[in-house]
């Protein structure tokens, strides 16, 4: 089934962005959005620090393609084939339970522009539609409020009995026997 998914999920278009499989050559775009303090203010992590962790994360996303056929999107604007965020879900196991993680980030200068909105409604139809069995989870931290109102917009229910002491849980498909 992987290469069936694949050729699904392996590149999208909205109607404003191309959102497509990350390559290497997407590191120093992916570095500069995930080693921007000002986009990582609520990443538990906090930015990268350099091109190197950049390829490594990218090298960690294409392995998940590889595996699973379906993974985080690189987010083109196709005026311009200027990456401007990473977003979509990547399956992991949380709370002993495979699950898809909704995710997004974008670079400030694309900020206010509803591509969080767009990327995770696509990628959580796209879920229900093709990985019905696995339930989609985005874990929020309470002070980002920006990324709790794109969980709302796309329909994730808020789950409150799925918290933990940092982040807020919204999702869609979970079962209560996970």
Do not use: C
Not at 141 to 147: C, D, Y
């Amino acid at each position: 089934m992987p290469l069936e998914v694949q050729r699904i999920f392996e590149q999208v278009t909205t109607s404003r962005l191309i959102l497509r499989t990350p390559s290497l050559e997407d590191a120093p775009a992916v570095f500069s959005i995930e080693g921007d303090p000002e986009t990582n203010k609520y990443r538990p992590t906090g930015p990268m620090v350099d091109l190197g962790e950049a390829v490594k994360t990218i090298d960690r996303w294409r392995e998940d393609w590889l595996t699973n056929g379906y993974g985080y999107w690189s987010i083109v604007i196709p005026r311009t084939s200027e990456l401007v965020g990473i977003g979509g879900i990547r399956k992991m196991i949380w709370r002993e339970q495979d699950i898809l993680n909704l995710y997004y980030r974008f670079a400030p200068k694309a900020w206010g522009n509803g591509y969080a909105t767009e990327v995770a409604r696509v990628a959580v139809q796209m879920a229900v539609a093709y990985l019905p069995e696995l339930p989609v989870v985005a874990r929020i931290r309470p002070e980002n409020s920006a990324s709790i109102r794109v969980a709302q917009r796309v329909g994730l229910e808020r789950r409150k009995d799925l918290d933990t002491d940092e982040h807020l849980v919204f999702a869609a498909g979970w079962s209560n026997q996970g």
